[in-house]
């Protein structure tokens, strides 16, 4: 008997880490260079800006050699001491791992969850951020924290709608959005929707491997980083600040993944790809494809609000009585495509297709293919054809800049 050694690509179509492009990798494999020697400085300048423009910021951004949990600390002990009250909000398991990490801190963390675990299916309630916000009338509550992608469930949340919670309540607590799975994917507006800390990570939409991550920084957390009392150290905002200034950092950087940050920065910042504006429509219309083809499977997406539906990645519910893990094993086992597994209460309840950064039409058609060989190979009956039905969405909207036909 032969063991079974795939050829050509891995489908690696989980919703991060996302694959990384041949023209990251080959910035990568460029010899290190001296972090503290001449030609550093032009490295880290480039980058820094280049995720200024990312962020959509005008203000500095920080870049950590962590993954993204290490960035949700820093936002956290940078800006807080012990035993202050945080507000968050329960969308899903980031959310919660925030919330767990917070505690652990040492802070009040107060988690906002809708009953039954609806708010697993749903962005972020505002209007309950709102509430609670009026009835702190002491001001106790110093951060709102909210996930802006919620990775585990296809969840995107309407930052700017929490913006306004704030200011409708007149509140002064700090905003706090971690968009590790939205950025560079999700249109995200660091400045325009008034956060004070916005955490991110290289390995979903910047296209990096894992390996590092950000805070990008509103002059008010600035501020608030000079009277907060929580130990840091790593993690300090104010000697990286210093050190960034001339390109260099306190410690020592990835730097072969800053050749590939400063690359990916290019490549969606590119003009001729329509910019930002062009990376975000790109992953509209992929998510529009997939949802497509749920539908024609008849298979339920977890995010059941259609406006909060993530262009990052879709949930996929499997009928009762059918273990998603196995249909993904099955589905990798036979066919080389990872898919993402379901966290936290929805182990084996729903199984996520990740269609961020370097994909395409075909890429995705053939993840699509993946799964609908995989859900018929696992007795799942489904209505349709989903990949008939992404087929078909896909060529009656063609990406903005193709040629007409
Ligand atoms: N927050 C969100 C929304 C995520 O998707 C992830 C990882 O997938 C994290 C936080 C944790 O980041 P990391 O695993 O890079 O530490």
């Not at 790593?234 to 600040?241: G, N, Q, R, Y």
């Not at 199984?351 to 995989?374: Q, S, V």
Request: hydrophobic share 40%; net charge neutral.
């Amino acid at each position: 008997t032969l063991d079974f050694h795939p050829s050509g690509r891995h489908f690696l179509q989980i919703p991060g880490p996302s694959p990384v492009p041949d023209r990251i990798l080959r910035a990568i494999s460029l010899p290190t260079i001296d972090h503290r020697g001449p030609e550093f400085g032009a490295l880290g300048k480039r980058v820094l800006a280049g995720m200024q423009q990312v962020f959509q910021t005008e203000h500095p951004v920080v870049i950590y050699p962590a993954s993204g949990t290490g960035a949700w600390e820093a936002a956290l002990v940078n800006t807080l001491s012990r035993g202050d009250r945080v507000l968050m909000y329960e969308t899903g398991h980031f959310a919660s791992l925030w919330h767990k990490l917070a505690t652990r801190l040492g802070l009040e963390a107060e988690l906002l969850a809708l009953p039954g675990g609806e708010g697993w299916r749903k962005g972020v309630q505002a209007t309950l951020i709102e509430e609670r916000l009026k009835a702190d009338t002491g001001h106790a509550i110093k951060a709102v924290c909210v996930v802006h992608n919620e990775t585990s469930t296809g969840a995107t949340s309407d930052i700017e709608a929490v913006r306004r919670a704030l200011d409708a309540a007149r509140h002064p607590a700090l905003l706090l959005v971690d968009t590790i799975s939205g950025l560079a994917a999700a249109d995200y507006r660091h400045d325009a929707w008034g956060v004070d800390v916005s955490i991110s990570g290289s390995q979903k939409g910047l296209m990096l491997p894992p390996g590092i991550s950000f805070n990008a920084l509103s002059p008010r957390a600035l501020q608030a980083s000079r009277v907060a009392q929580l130990p840091r150290s790593f993690w300090a905002w104010d000697e990286m600040l210093e050190l960034n200034a001339s390109g260099y950092f306190p410690y020592t950087p990835t730097t072969n993944l800053l050749y590939g940050l400063a690359e990916a920065c290019d490549m969606l910042l590119d003009r001729r790809t329509g910019g930002l504006e062009g990376v975000f429509a790109r992953h509209r219309r992929w998510a529009e494809g997939v949802r497509a083809a749920v539908e024609a499977w008849g298979l339920e997406l977890q995010c059941t609000e259609a406006a909060s539906q993530s262009p990052v990645l879709t949930g996929v519910v499997t009928p009762p009585g059918v273990d998603a893990d196995q249909v993904r094993h099955l589905i990798h086992q036979r066919f080389d495509l990872s898919l993402g597994t379901g966290l936290g209460r929805l182990k084996g309840r729903m199984f996520r297709i990740g269609h961020l950064g370097d994909c395409n039409d075909l890429t995705l058609m053939a993840a699509l293919c993946g799964c609908e060989m995989g859900l018929k190979l696992a007795g799942v009956r489904l209505a349709g054809s989903g990949v008939i039905a992404a087929m078909a969405h896909f060529a009656a909207h063609p990406q903005p800049g193709a040629l007409p036909c």
